[in-house]
């Protein structure tokens, strides 16, 4: 039952954050940039926002954005970060599709409980892969921006990348290391099956 639960809360966390690294990818509010403080540069028209896929200006009423389209002309750095959080975004569908299949609450004709352990480790192990991913293009593109401009303050895309990479690699690390083993998966859950009294009932509930 403990290691039910354990994989309950790690699926729950892992589909979270997989959603949050979603919304990092597609928004642009990454760094928030400005020459000056930020009501100067608010009273400027010259308080700017950069993401991955456009630069921003931030003004009363206004907030304008020019597409970053020219791949030959971006920044290695923000190249690698789209491929980076795109490959992340795109690993989250097969872990979080597996983890599906072993919930308890999912029962797959008389699959052996071996088979239903393999696939959660395999799950599991996506997670962490696209948490590494998104750790190193959540890291990787401040830095990168900060040399090459001023940067005044984080945007809420990157905090949302940040949190969304820390509740992957948390659910991926509780399922992999914490769901028992291969024999005894899948036990300690309540099934139903078909009984000679009625055509439906709780047969055996293991504990």
Not at 31 to 55: H, N
Request: include cysteine.
């Amino acid at each position: 039952m403990v290691a039910t639960c354990l994989h309950l809360t790690g699926f729950a966390a892992g589909f979270v954050g997989w959603i949050g690294l979603i919304v990092a990818t597609a928004t642009n509010d990454w760094v928030v940039t400005c020459g000056y403080t930020i009501p100067t540069c608010r009273k400027m028209d010259e308080l700017g926002s950069k993401g991955l896929w456009a630069d921003c200006v931030m003004a009363t009423g206004l907030y304008h954005c020019k597409p970053l389209v020219d791949i030959l002309i971006l920044p290695g750095y923000v190249q690698a970060s789209r491929a980076l959080m795109i490959a992340a975004s795109v690993l989250g569908l097969p872990a979080i599709f597996l983890l599906l299949t072993v919930l308890p609450c999912i029962r797959m004709g008389h699959e052996p409980g071996a088979a239903k352990y393999r696939r959660s480790q395999l799950g599991g192990i996506l997670l962490i892969l696209l948490a590494l991913c998104s750790i190193v293009a959540t890291i990787w593109f401040p830095v990168s921006a900060h040399r090459e401009m001023t940067i005044v303050s984080f945007g809420y895309s990157l905090y949302t990348g940040w949190v969304g990479t820390a509740l992957c690699l948390f659910g991926g690390c509780i399922i992999t290391c914490c769901s028992g083993d291969a024999q005894s998966f899948g036990e300690n859950r309540f099934y139903y099956a078909s009984g000679s009294s009625s055509p439906t009932h709780a047969k055996s509930a293991h504990v």
